[in-house]
């Protein structure tokens, strides 16, 4: 899959003119051309680019009509721009975006906003240094149940090929950052998590999880992989050294509530009393430990159980 980047159109709203434009578009694709020697990337705008505004009042169309080196330049963007809007590349990996905003420095971003939800890469138009950073500072609204849960979070970022670098590394890496739904993460399960195994329920409850625990999911996963495989020592302790802080046993008085029938004991119950915790809200996975094998089976993710048993 290529390395999303989400284009901040809050990058395109200064006041400046067609030279300092030209200059910040020139570094712009050097940005792109940079990022693309690691792997494939893909530009995702929130609008169409020939109407979109690079400064206040000076239209992309009219950038590309100034020089012939512009039009070549913009040529190279349409290669590698995502046809689907930004909202509906948001909606396709399940994103609801009429619950959530984000906002950078006071100001709401769409574009900022989407490279958090996706794990990916905003990329400014380096019109101003205030955009001269490998990383903005995200606040985060969702609408819960009741009221307006708040949040804050780190969202990777570059204006220019330096900046980018100190995102290389994620970027060549494994490609885990780039599954953004349930469904790619089943796909990929053997992969990237060989020790984990599932019940069949557990399958029904990601494909129907709340997209705003994916990301916690998918990082808990990966932790719970890299557990198994590198830091359970049987030899030592019958428990692993876990490599997620929030890993712990359920309590006596709600070990019911995660109890399920299990195939690999002919369908006999089994009680999946560790679990690892998702923000925001309370969000649980369920599994128990399978020390023959050196693997955790997972029974269940979604929402903290209440009073009432799971079926």
Known sequence: MPLSLFLNELSCKAEVGPRQVDAAMATFVATLKHLGTWQKVSLVTESPLQPAELARGYVYQRWVNATPRNRDRHRYILRLRDRSPLRGVLETAGHDTATVEHFHDGRRSVGIGAAHLM??????????QKWAASWLDVDINRLGEDDIETDQDRVRHCSCPDEADEHEAWARGTGLSRLISPTQLLDSWNEFFPALERLPRFDRDLRALDPKWFRSVRDLLADLQSTAADHWHLDRSPEPDWQNPHITPESQTRRHLCTFPDPDLAGRDACFSWHGRMTPGKGRLY????PERKAFRLAYVGTKPGSDRLS
């Open 287 to 290: 599994f128990r430990l399978v």
């Open 119 to 128: 794990d990916g890469m905003a990329i400014s138009l380096p019109v101003t």
